[in-house]
C-alpha cells in the first residue's frame, strides 16, 4: 500500500473507524490506537507514539468529548476551554514540525444533552461543543489546517435519529456517514 493513515480520536472515532477502514481496504493502510484518545491532553502525550513515530501520509484527528465533560451541577470541564485550545494548538504544531504528514482536525459531534443527563454519570452540554468547535476551528484557521466538519454533517443529516439514547454515540447509520465523511476528506488530502 503506498498510503499510511492514521485515525486519532475517542470513542466516535472508534465507532467510525472500521468502516473507514472497510472502505478504503486496499486503497491504503489505515491505523488507529485500540485505546480510547480521550481528552485532548491525552492526545498531545501519546503524539509519539500514536503519530510522530509512525510517519503517516495523513492524520484525521478528533479529541474534546472527554474535554467538555462536566459533573453534575458542576461549573468547570474536564479540561478547561483554554487548556483545550492550547492542547489544540499544540497537538497540531508537534505534527506539522516532526513529520510530513498532511493534518485534518474534526470538530465534536453535536450531543443531546438532555439524553445524556438522563443516561450518563456526568454532563455534556451543546454549548461547550459549539465553543469547542469553535475555538478548534480558529486554531486550525491560523495554522492553515483543513477542518472535518463532523458536527454540520450530523445536524444535517438529523441528529436525534442518527444518536443512540446514551445522546452521544450513534447507530450504525451515523458511523457509516462518519466514515464517508472521513474517507472523503482522506483522499482530498492523497490527492
Known amino acids: 500500500m503506498s498510503a499510511s493513515i ?11 473507524e472500521p468502516f473507514v477502514r472497510e472502505m478504503l481496504r486496499g486503497q491504503v493502510g489505515v491505523w488507529g490506537p485500540k485505546e480510547n484518545g480521550g481528552t485532548s491532553q491525552n492526545v498531545l502525550a501519546h503524539l509519539w507514539e500514536w503519530v510522530i513515530e509512525r510517519g503517516p501520509d495523513v492524520v ?3 479529541a474534546g468529548l472527554h474535554d467538555l465533560k ?14 483545550y485550545r492550547a492542547n489544540v494548538e499544540a497537538i497540531l504544531r508537534r505534527i506539522l514540525a516532526e513529520t510530513d504528514a498532511r493534518v ?3 470538530t465534536i459531534t453535536p450531543v443531546n444533552e438532555v439524553w445524556h443527563h438522563a ?3 456526568f454532563d455534556r452540554f451543546e454549548a461547550d461543543v459549539t465553543a469547542y468547535n469553535q475555538a478548534a476551528i480558529e486554531v486550525c484557521r491560523a495554522l492553515g489546517v483543513p477542518v472535518n466538519d463532523l458536527y454540520r454533517i450530523i445536524i444535517d443529516a438529523g441528529r436525534d435519529q ?3 439514547p446514551d445522546g452521544v454515540h450513534f447507530s ?5 456517514l462518519l466514515a464517508r465523511a ?8 492523497l490527492s
Do not use: C, Q
Open 6 to 16: 492514521v485515525l486519532i480520536g475517542d470513542s466516535i472515532r472508534m465507532g467510525y
Open 60 to 62: 484525521h484527528i478528533n
Open 70 to 83: 462536566r459533573g453534575f451541577g458542576a461549573a468547570e470541564n474536564a479540561i478547561p476551554l483554554t487548556a
Open 104 to 106: 485534518i482536525w474534526a
Open 119 to 121: 443516561n450518563k454519570p
Open 162 to 164: 442518527l444518536l443512540l
Open 172 to 176: 450504525e447509520e451515523g458511523y457509516r
Open 182 to 189: 472521513v474517507v472523503s476528506v482522506i483522499e482530498g488530502r
